[in-house]
């Protein structure tokens, strides 16, 4: 079955630092593959998503993510975080498996970012 | 509407009982997901419908829970003879039509604590 790692739980950075969130997912197939983000007090939305074409995805709010195949890695990046970035990050990923329908999560990176 | 809207936000219940959560998933959507999502964790799927019908219910941890969605809008999701470790976030999710690499748009989330 799919599974999602996320090697880092917490992260703390200081404004205007580099991110990078890991993500690794097990299955080897044709996968899609999203970053979520929960910022406190709020639902799940989505920040980007892969599913063909440029491995690099841009996102909303700075957000880029590398589909990496032969590392079965989908790592997001943002150069210079921002205080409003504190959030928690989910990665997920869907196969072919069960049809792309439902997602399979990594466990979560939470972020908090100093002014 | 607007987004995904689950009722109650928060449900406390005592072990043993009966517990009804409700999703209202975004107007037009056709596939609606329950996930749940345990302190600590990333979300886990539960099950997906297309339509009226449960397309996939693997996910539904043992035979307390069942979910239903009559006329393919709104969903119940139902836990009979409530435990402790049924203690969680539910998650309600739509998509437009279910197919892969389609963002899934998350409510807000049910807190149930079983006492």
């Known amino acids: 079955a799919q599974s999602v790692s996320q090697h880092n739980h917490h992260v703390i950075l200081s404004e205007a630092a580099s991110l990078e969130l890991g993500c690794n997912y097990s299955?080897?197939?044709?996968?899609?593959l999203f970053w979520y983000v929960q910022y406190p007090g709020q639902h799940l939305q989505l920040l980007l998503k892969?599913?063909?074409?440029?491995?690099l995805v841009k996102g909303i709010k700075g957000f880029e993510a590398e589909f990496i195949k032969s590392k079965f890695s989908f790592n997001l990046r943002k150069p210079s975080v921002q205080w409003s970035d504190t959030a928690e990050y989910f990665c997920a990923v869907n196969d072919r498996n069960t049809g792309f329908q439902k997602l399979v999560f990594g466990t979560g990176t939470r972020l908090l970012v100093s002014p | 509407g607007a987004g995904v809207s689950q009722t109650p936000s928060n449900k406390v219940t005592e072990k043993g009982k009966y517990v009804e959560l409700r999703c209202d998933p975004i107007?037009?959507?056709?596939?609606l997901y329950w996930y749940r999502q345990s302190l600590g964790q990333g979300p886990e799927f539960l099950i997906y419908?297309?339509?009226?019908?449960?397309?996939?219910d693997s996910g539904l941890p043992n035979d307390r829970f069942f979910a239903v969605r009559p006329e393919g809008s709104v969903s119940t999701l139902k836990i009979q003879r409530t435990e402790r470790g049924d203690s969680a976030v539910y998650l309600c999710?739509?998509?437009?039509?279910?197919?892969?690499?389609?963002?899934?748009?998350f409510g807000p989330g049910t807190r149930l604590l079983v006492l």
């Open positions: 892969y599913f063909s074409g440029d491995p």
């Open positions: 999710a739509s998509s437009s039509s279910g197919t892969g690499g389609e963002t899934q748009y």
């Open positions: 419908f297309q339509g009226t019908g449960a397309a996939d």
């Open positions: 299955y080897g197939g044709t996968v899609n």
């Open positions: 107007s037009g959507h056709t596939a």
